[in-house]
């Protein structure tokens, strides 16, 4: 068992804090937001009324925050000043390699050791403890972190040194977009041409059509019981987030001269769709953007 600060308590954070304490770890979390605290609480798992209160006995610090500029912000050298050496710290959040490299080369010249491990597998992942962690750092943290990463997720990979898991994190997301959204269209094209939603998706799982998005994501509603599509997009992967990652992407694209241009129009695609008042819901909500209701 060991004492874990977990920092970041939302759709993500919170239910991986929860299987953490479920596996019997001692888990303190802190977040802004006292509806998240109150959910980790009534897990069974201690909260903090700060970030620096969270990490007072901690040997493993968590954090899940939405971009890396909150990252950069938690991990100021004060922060790092009050954890005990030798603390693991493990960032899941996506961001930037950038940041990620930065926070932890000061981690590490304060005595702390740092991986990047960011996750794919969804909200509903991070609820079933299946999410796939992918991490950047040294292979003997990699080594140390595994078994409480074990305790959230199913495959653990180890993609190379500092900043390599969120390298390999957004190319994954930029996968996810194209499909997601390569999905909507397809989809948007049978419901015009007469096909039922349901009928279609169960065709294109079977058929060479099949991807994540399908299987588990469906974005049409009603078609998947679980999806975010089916209650109204909410408690799902925000727009904003994919935006950002699809951001993330791009920047990438940019500075290793990298041709993405699949990646660069869903960028566009989504930033419309966060312009028009759709930032905060989740991102199959795309479907909506070619999908408009017969009057
Ligand atoms: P979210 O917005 O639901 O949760 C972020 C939480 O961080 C919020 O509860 C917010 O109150 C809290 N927070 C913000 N600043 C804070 C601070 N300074 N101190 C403490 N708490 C603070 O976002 P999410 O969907 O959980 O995503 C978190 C990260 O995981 C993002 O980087 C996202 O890109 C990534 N991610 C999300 C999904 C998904 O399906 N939602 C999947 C994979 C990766």
Redesign the pocket.
């Known amino acids: 068992m060991s004492n874990i600060a977990f ?8 239910p991986m804090a929860v299987n953490l304490v479920k596996k019997g770890h001692h888990v303190v979390g ?4 006292d509806s ?1 605290l109150n959910i980790l609480a009534s897990a069974g798992g201690q909260t903090a009324d700060s ?1 620096v209160e969270a990490v007072k006995d901690a040997d493993i610090v968590i954090s ?4 890396g500029k ?1 990252v950069a ?2 991990y100021s050298e004060e922060f790092i000043d009050q954890l005990k050496p030798n603390t693991l710290l493990i960032d ?4 930037d390699a950038v940041t990620a490299r930065s926070v932890a080369e000061l981690a590490s010249s304060k005595g702390c050791k740092m991986i990047d491990a ?6 509903s992942g ?1 609820q079933a403890g299946t999410l796939t962690f992918i991490v950047g750092g040294r292979q003997e943290d990699y080594e140390k972190a595994r078994p409480v990463l074990k305790c959230m997720g199913q495959n653990i990979f180890y993609a190379g040194t500092s900043g390599a898991g969120q390298v390999a ?1 957004i190319c994954n997301n930029m996968l996810l977009a194209i499909h997601m959204i390569g999905t909507s269209e397809a989809i948007n094209l049978g419901i015009k041409n007469g096909l039922n939603p349901k009928v279609l998706s169960e065709i294109m799982q079977k058929s060479s059509g099949k991807n994540w998005s399908l299987e588990v994501y469906n974005p049409y509603p009603g078609v998947m019981e679980n999806a975010p599509a089916s209650r109204e997009y909410s408690g ?3 727009v904003d ?1 994919m935006t ?2 699809l951001g993330l992407a791009a920047e990438a694209g940019l500075e290793s001269k990298t041709s993405t241009p699949l990646g660069n129009t869903a960028l566009n695609l989504y930033r419309m769709w966060s312009d028009a008042g759709n930032g905060k819901i989740d991102f199959s909500s795309i479907i909506q953007f070619l999908h408009k209701e017969e009057k």
Request: hydrophobic share 40%.
């Open positions: 920092i970041g308590l939302g759709n993500m954070g919170g802190f977040d802004l937001s998240a970030a899940m925050l939405p971009s909150h912000e938690l899941s959040s996506t961001i960011p996750v794919s597998g969804g909200t991070a994190k799902g992967f925000a987030l950002k990652d």
